[in-house]
């Protein structure tokens, strides 16, 4: 970390100052400075020596009030990046500096040192991050993510972003008949370019207060990244909007389990068989680990009362939990939705399915009321003795898991 940037207003300050510890890094630096119309004078050598966040303090208290700092180092490491953004830090290159880049670094820290100063106002906003999880493929998670999303932005008029995180295969951008866009790849590729500009240009609008980012990777591109990226987005959407509702596959889960840290309200989606009953439990309990702040819901969909593998009773045994709301499987209302290239909630505004689509969206931003509530209260202990899941699973035949009550 050697380049604190000192952007300047027209009143005398200097516009930049740059450190730079090494001659290679300063001869990619001048030429872009020049560019930027900036002396190339300032660009000094020498900086912070060793030590990044020690230094992070005590450079805090020698910049200017406003003054937009971008550090300039070789560690590749997402906790460092978080650190540093979170002690208050604009952007962080990673070296051999590359000039274009270290121009669009540039170019955006002038336009947040010029940009009017409302973010005092948006910080000091509520912001509900949600994140909505499948236990398995095909639940319906993401057509109750989209209609959350929907929900919030349509009728309840709130800024919301929606993000799909099933990069490959997602279906966020479909559902709505929108095509995906860049956005999400550009990102990926490119963590150290997000910020309030990126995203604003980045994102597709749904509505007036819906935008989405998401991709259809091809599929022989596999996923690089280490999530930073998604990290970063939701650190920008939660100063651009007042919701933010993440489609999380829950592969990307495993693999980036950081992505839960900031997420206040998380929807467990499932169907009602014995494989999700597995699979809930073993979420329910890693979340318990490892995501504790966040409030759970736990959301039923595609309930056929007396034709599941397994009854709500019995599930709900299993899990040692209640389900919070159940969603019915209504065929008609997804093929509506489809055909309509809208999302459930916004295709079939009455049908009951729909209506338990907005419990859901209520539950969530009642969420915030009951913090540390743990969502919902465990069943009854009475049941636990009349299912034995492992048992269950331990038997070859399916068909031997009791039936729907
Ligand atoms: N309550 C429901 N009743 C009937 N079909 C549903 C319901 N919810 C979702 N579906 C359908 O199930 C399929 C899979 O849904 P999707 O949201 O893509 O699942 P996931 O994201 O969990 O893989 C879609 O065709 C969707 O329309
Ligand atoms: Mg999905």
Redesign the pocket.
Same mark, same amino acid.
């Given at each position: 970390m050697n380049a604190p940037w000192k952007a300047g207003t027209p009143g005398g300050r200097d516009p930049y100052q740059a450190y730079i510890c090494d001659d290679a890094a300063l001869d990619v630096l001048r030429p872009v400075v020049v560019e930027m119309g900036w002396a190339p004078e300032k660009c000094n050598k020498g900086g912070l020596r060793n030590a990044v966040l020690n230094d992070i303090n005590a450079l805090a208290e020698v910049c200017e009030p406003g003054t937009v700092v971008i550090a300039i180092g070789q560690v590749n490491d997402v906790r460092l990046y978080r650190d540093l953004l979170a002690s208050g830090i604009h952007d962080y290159l990673l070296k051999p500096l590359q000039p274009a880049m270290l121009r669009d670094a540039l170019v955006n820290a002038q336009a947040v040192f010029s940009a009017p100063k409302f973010a005092d106002a948006s910080a000091a906003k509520q912001h509900i991050s949600t994140a909505v999880i499948?236990t398995r493929?095909?639940?319906? /998670? !993401?057509?109750?993510a989209t209609s959350l999303a929907w929900l919030f932005s349509a009728e309840n008029k709130q800024p919301t972003a929606l993000l799909d995180l099933?990069i490959h295969f997602g279906?966020g951008a479909l559902s709505l008949d929108l095509e995906p866009g860049r956005g999400l790849t550009d990102a990926i590729e490119n963590p150290s370019r997000i910020d309030g500009l990126f995203i604003e240009r980045a994102m597709i609008r749904a509505n007036d207060n819906l935008a989405i980012l998401s991709a259809e990777a091809p599929i022989n591109m596999p996923l690089m990244t280490d999530g930073a990226a998604f990290l970063q987005l939701e650190e920008e959407f939660r100063h651009a909007f007042e919701m933010t509702v993440i489609?999380l596959p829950r592969n990307m889960l495993i693999n980036f389990p950081q992505l839960l840290a900031d997420v206040n309200v998380i929807v467990i989606?499932t169907e009602l068989t014995l494989a999700a009953a597995r699979d809930t439990i073993r979420m329910l309990s890693w979340l318990k680990t490892n995501a504790q702040h966040a409030q759970v819901i736990v959301v039923a969909?595609?309930v056929q009362p007396g034709v599941g593998e397994i009854s709500k009773t019995d599930f709900e045994s299993s899990i040692e939990r209640r389900i919070d709301i159940s969603? /019915?499987?209504?065929?008609k !209302? #997804?093929a509506n #939705? #489809?055909k309509l290239g809208k999302t459930?909630c916004e295709a079939n505004r009455a049908s009951k /399915?729909s209506v338990a689509v907005r419990d859901i969206a209520k539950a969530v931003m009642g969420a915030s009321d009951v913090a540390s509530e743990d969502g919902a209260a465990p069943a009854k202990k009475s049941l636990l003795g009349k299912i034995d899941l492992k048992s269950m699973l331990s038997k070859k035949s399916p068909a031997t898991a009791p039936s729907a009550a």
């Open positions: 499948g493929g095909g639940v319906g /998670a !993401s057509t109750i099933d279906t489609d989606v969909n595609k969603v /019915a499987y209504d065929l !209302s #997804a #939705a #489809a459930f /399915a």
